[in-house]
Nanobody, 117 residues
């Protein structure tokens, strides 16, 4: 069983930055792809970023150039650096880890990000 715990959310002004962290209970990111998603109440969960076991990254156009996903294998931690934040980035952000072979998937509990002046 894998446990993921997010942190780093909060209130930030438009144009500001935040870094989210997702600490895993095990050293998993050599065999699990890491992803970030976000969700606004009443909407579907939206994919935000991916980092593969090989280190490749991908983003939707809505955050490309502003958000950066990374990981620290020694700390079993996934990160999401968010710059130039906009009010429409306001959401609960979730990290996800999915095994590359079995497709087993684990989610964190979510962390609230609010972008407002």
């Amino acid at each position: 069983q894998v446990q993921l715990v997010e942190s780093g959310g909060g209130l930030v002004q438009p144009g500001g930055s935040l870094r989210l962290s997702c600490a895993a209970s095990h050293n998993i990111f050599s065999t699990y792809n890491g992803r970030w998603y976000r969700q606004v109440p009443g909407n579907q969960r939206e994919w935000v970023a991916t980092i593969t076991t090989g280190g490749s990254t991908d983003y939707p156009d809505s955050v490309k150039g502003r958000f950066t996903i990374s990981r620290d294998g020694a700390k079993n931690t996934l990160y999401l650096q968010m710059n130039s934040l906009k009010p429409e980035d306001t959401a609960v952000y979730y990290c996800n880890a999915q095994h590359t072979w079995t497709r087993s998937s684990y989610w964190g509990q979510g962390t609230q990000v609010t972008v407002s002046s």
